[in-house]
Structures are given as structure tokens and as C-alpha cells.
């Protein structure tokens, strides 16, 4: 497994196991069926589903079609990301990170990812 993937099952099971982070997902969707964002990494192509019922979160193999979000970088870049050690805007403009689409969708996950580390 990954330090990716790890990084992905830790905020899953974060998620199951704090009330307040399901509201915090459920408020992130809104009236939506869910949240799409695309992972393109030198490791390989996964895309999460962010969904305001059960299972909440869920990361599959492969490109989604057409997603809110696409994030390409390598998974370390996106790990220095995840954990707060690289500083987003800095990868951005280094061109170590490339987001496509909705981009606003950041700010949220960014939110989801502090308050899941928080909890420990």
C-alpha cells in the first residue's frame, strides 16, 4: 500500500468515526449527489468520492470521467500538501502541482484534512 493510499484509508476512517466530520462533509456537498476529485500521480490515477451518507468517502482506481477537480502531481508533492508541510500556493506556482477544474474545491478538502489530523 502506498503512503498515499495510507494517507486516503486514515481520512476514511476519520470520517466514519467523527460525528462532526460527517457534518462537516454533509455541509461540503450540500444538495449535491457528491464531490469527484481526481488523483493523477507518478503512482497511478485514483479519484475520491466524497458523498454526504455512508460510506462518506471512497477512493477508487482510475480516471473518473468528469470530476469537480483534477489535482496531477507527484505523491510526495501531494503528500507535503496533505500534511501541511508544503505550502499549497508555493507548489502551484512552482508547477509541481497542476489543478484543473473547480479549484475552490481545495478549501474544503484542506478543511476536511485539518480537522481529521486535529483528531488525533
Same mark, same amino acid.
Given at each position: 500500500?502506498?503512503?498515499?493510499d495510507?494517507f486516503?484509508?486514515?481520512l476514511k476512517?476519520k470520517i466514519?468515526?467523527?460525528? /462532526?466530520?460527517?457534518?462537516?462533509v454533509?455541509n461540503?456537498?450540500?444538495?449535491?449527489y457528491?464531490?469527484i476529485l481526481?488523483?493523477?500521480?507518478? @503512482?497511478?490515477?485514483k479519484?475520491?468520492?466524497?458523498?454526504?451518507?455512508e460510506p462518506f468517502?471512497?477512493?477508487r482506481?482510475g480516471i473518473y470521467?468528469?470530476?469537480?477537480v483534477i489535482?496531477?502531481?507527484s505523491?510526495?508533492t501531494l503528500m507535503?500538501?496533505?500534511t501541511? @508541510?508544503?505550502p499549497f500556493?508555493?507548489?502551484?506556482?512552482?508547477g509541481e502541482?497542476e489543478?484543473?477544474?473547480?479549484a475552490? @474545491?481545495s /478549501?474544503p478538502?484542506?478543511?476536511?484534512?485539518?480537522?481529521?489530523?486535529?483528531?488525533?
Open positions: 500500500m502506498s503512503q498515499l495510507e486516503f484509508q486514515f476512517s466514519h468515526e467523527k460525528e /462532526d466530520l460527517q457534518s462537516f454533509k461540503w456537498v450540500g444538495h449535491y457528491g464531490k481526481q488523483v493523477i500521480t507518478d @503512482e497511478g490515477n479519484y475520491v468520492v466524497i458523498t454526504p451518507h468517502m471512497e477512493v482506481e470521467p468528469s470530476p469537480d489535482y496531477k502531481a505523491v510526495a507535503g500538501i496533505f501541511g @508541510e508544503t500556493k508555493q507548489v502551484m506556482k512552482s502541482l489543478v484543473i477544474g473547480n475552490h @474545491e /478549501d478538502l484542506a478543511n476536511l484534512i485539518l480537522q481529521a489530523m486535529m483528531s488525533l
